[in-house]
């Protein structure tokens, strides 16, 4: 728990008034003194700092000018209101830019952090068709899509460890020129050092101890939370006895699973077969 009772790891909108916080304090500013260089009230601020008033694009835009701050108000706007596409998706967002270790499963299509634009771009699209999202929902969701993939450019990227299933290469998601593409930037992304990728054969049969995909991250302080998602909704688990148990089936996956330099021929075979 920070100060004022604000816990920082529960949504974007509490980290946002933590870093407000923080930064005004960096200036030995009151919240008054703040208030009026950000050209709102005091009493405004103090809702924001304390996680009782979501942030603005507006107030973001406006304390990055007068903190020197770069886009980061900016990017943790953008975390809060982005993630608000799926109930439960805020809480992952924010925990999944601050890990230091990322483990995923892929059943269905390519995890986020992995895809390209054009692939992102051909699911967001497939819902709008569907009528499952509007054509503004489809480009908020490809815009958030890139901001969190920042994460892997970062000077201290997180580790990441993927598990494909196999029937993800041979899904040709926006058609063969766009999953060509994809591939390629699977074989590319493999040979990064803090990238692990592995493919979960056909044979492994029922011995896949997953059935919908599970993400766990680990958190700057060591802490290893949860997350999965059902059609309408996200859960952030922190149950220790719940994540233990997703770890555990993570780690039997790792050993059924292909090797890494299997895994990579795995994915070339598919990128050739397909331009062929």
């Known amino acids: 728990m920070t100060e004022a009772g604000v816990d920082a790891q529960a949504s974007p909108q509490a ?31 103090s809702y924001v700092e304390n996680g009782k008033r979501s942030p603005t694009r507006p107030l973001a835009v406006k304390a ?21 596409l799926l109930e439960g998706f805020a809480e992952f967002a924010d925990a999944e830019a601050r890990c230091r270790r990322l ?17 992102a771009r051909a699911l967001a699209q497939a819902a709008v068709r569907r009528g499952a999202i509007t ?26 460890h993927v598990v494909l299933e196999e029937g993800v290469l041979l899904r040709p998601v926006g058609g063969p ?21 592995q493919i979960a054969p056909f044979t492994m049969g029922e ?12 958190l700057p302080d060591h802490t290893v939370v949860g997350y999965a998602e059902s059609t ?22 790792l050993v059924e699973a292909l090797p890494k330099a299997a895994s990579q021929e795995k994915i070339r075979k598919a990128r050739k077969e397909l331009r062929s």
């Open 232 to 253: 309408a909704r996200g859960h952030l688990e922190r149950s220790r006895a719940t994540v233990a148990g997703w770890e555990s089936d993570y780690d039997q996956l």
């Open 64 to 84: 990055d000018e007068v903190f020197g701050s770069g886009q980061r108000f900016y990017e943790l706007w953008r975390r809060f209101s982005r993630a608000a």
């Open 177 to 197: 020129q766009v999953m060509a593409e994809q591939l390629r930037h699977l074989e590319d992304l493999s040979w990064r050092p803090n990238i692990t990728i």
């Open 135 to 160: 054509q503004h929902e489809a480009d908020e969701r490809t815009d958030y899509l890139a901001l969190r993939q920042e994460i892997l450019r970062q000077k201290n990227p997180p580790a990441l």
């Open 207 to 218: 011995n896949l101890s997953f059935t919908l995909p599970v993400v766990l991250l680990t």
């Open 103 to 119: 483990r995923t499963v892929g059943l269905i299509i390519v995890p986020g952090l992995l895809q390209t634009p054009a692939y």
């Open 15 to 45: 980290r946002f008034g933590q870093e407000l916080r923080r930064s005004r304090r960096a200036r030995r500013w009151s919240q008054t003194e703040a208030a009026r260089h950000l050209g709102y009230s005091g009493a405004h601020i």
